[in-house]
């Protein structure tokens, strides 16, 4: 079992920055691939971005070169850094734990995900 709750989201305007964390505690000795995850109003739930257990990462073409996930694992905390944020990135923000098993990988479809935060609000105003 894997317990995840994010936090940092706020209120900014267009081309500001937030960095959301996600602190996770559980069974974090096993493998995990680790995501972000966006559901805006009336829309589906998309992939954001993502990171397997070796430190690969993964990013929707809406937000690379934008955003970037990482993590310490020492303190056992996923990250988002959020930059040139727009009002289209406006949305309740996820993260998310599926266990990395060797020759299967992370999956970017959000029903595949076993373990999930509470969320988090991103709110950009123009």
């Known amino acids: 079992q894997v317990q995840l709750a994010e936090s940092g989201g706020g209120s900014v305007q267009a081309g500001g920055s937030l960095r959301l964390s996600c602190a996770t505690s559980?069974?974090?000795?096993?493998?995990?691939?680790m995501a972000w995850f966006r559901q805006a109003p009336g829309k589906e739930r998309e992939l954001v971005a993502i990171?397997?257990?070796?430190?690969?990462?993964g990013y929707a073409g809406s937000v690379k070169d934008r955003f970037t996930i990482s993590q310490d694992n020492a303190k056992n905390t996923l990250y988002l850094q959020m930059n040139s944020l727009q009002p289209e990135d406006t949305a309740m923000y996820y993260c998310?734990?599926?266990?990395?098993?060797?020759?299967?990988?992370?999956?970017?479809?959000?029903?595949?995900?076993?373990?999930w935060g509470q969320g988090t609000q991103v709110t950009v105003s123009s």
């Open positions: 990171i397997t257990s070796a430190g690969r990462t």
């Open positions: 559980g069974s974090t000795s096993r493998r995990y691939c």
């Open positions: 998310a734990a599926d266990p990395d098993i060797p020759g299967i990988g992370c999956t970017s479809t959000a029903g595949e995900y076993n373990y």
